[in-house]
Nanobody, 118 residues
């Protein structure tokens, strides 16, 4: 069982930056691929980015490539999402998630709100 707690959301002006954190419980954090998803008002939750267990491999949605960076610190059981050059369309609830297999994400955080004003 893995419990995930996101933090770092807030209100920022367009062009600004935020860093989200996701703290995970459990001693097996380093064995999980970690991802970030987001859900805008009235829309489905969508994939943003993910990072493999070692941090060597990362993947990004086209909409955030070049602006967002995912990283992890296995010693701290934490994954980060650095978000730069934020746009109003980045406004959403951001969720952290963990998976061990390719069959999908098993564990989810409660989400943190990111609001980008124009």
């Amino acid at each position: 069982q893995v419990q995930l707690v996101e933090s770092g959301g807030g209100l920022v002006q367009a062009g600004g930056s935020l860093r989200l954190s996701c703290a995970a419980s459990g001693r097996t954090f380093s064995s999980y691929t970690m991802g970030w998803f987001r859900q805008a008002p009235g829309k489905e939750r969508v994939f943003v980015t993910e990072i493999n267990w070692s941090g060597a491999n990362t993947y990004y949605a086209d909409s955030v490539k070049g602006r967002f960076t995912i990283s992890r610190d296995n010693a701290k059981n934490t994954v980060y999402l650095q978000m730069n050059s934020l746009k109003p369309e980045d406004t959403a609830v951001y969720y952290c998630a963990a998976r061990k297999t390719l069959q999908g994400y098993d564990y989810w955080g409660q989400g943190t709100q990111v609001t980008v004003s124009s």
